[in-house]
């Protein structure tokens, strides 16, 4: 008896690990992943600490410049078509300036933004149209789908630029480093020059970067978002200007292999201010 029982149990289990019959999905059972990516649409950015005037004793701007053809910058710039769950760097921004979320400015002092329909005339066909799809059960289902055509600036994207303060506070003992502006820069063919489109205001970029994440080339379960690109400094650049007396760039008085040496100088400067700070 006892026997017969741990049989019929042991039937039961069986049939527990493995049912029969075809598993039913419903709508939302659908999707492109083995679980619910929940990390990146749930982020916050870390908002800077305040700053008193008084607590900076030292302080340094400098524009830097971060070429998209650079292989560390390429997760920035692809992909260059609509993909579902991830943006480049010009989608994400063009996203929000289209929909009014983000101010897009002529300059870099951020004091006149354009128009949303010269922005609109700016980015050329980049925007945000309804797709239609049909489920399993032959109902319509409408998404949402980003895209940018031929003739938008997408294409022609060369640059990006950042300004920036370097500054030393005090009241924590370090050196640090906030964005202040980015620039977005194309390249025209015709005239081999490089043109400036717009600029947007960076700590207002921040909580929508936050948002976006950036494709990871050595771990797919392990992506950042965009404000970690730019809060960890893992970007490509080099320094195209420092305040001084003159307003001047650099390519204004170096050229080549002179520029990229001056770059590295003025990195150099201020390295050696903080570890000089420090040396006794």
Known sequence: MTRSILIVMALLSFGMLFPQGPTIFSNGDYKDGI?????AVNRKFIPYTHLREGDVTWEKRVWRELDMREKQNQVLYYPTEDLTGRKSLFQVLAKYILNGT???FDSEEFIVPYELSAVRDKIKKCDSLEQSNVDAEGNEILTKVFTCDSTSIYAKIRSYRLKEDWFFDKQKSVLEVRIIGMGVFTYDEEKEAVREQFWVYFPACRPLFAKHEVFNTKNDSERRTFEDIFWKRQFSSNITK???????AIMQYARGIDALLESDRIKGDIFRWEHDLWHF
């Open 35 to 39: 679980y619910d990516k929940e990390n």
């Open 102 to 104: 983000l101010l897009a």
């Open 242 to 248: 420092e305040t001084n007396v003159y307003d001047r």
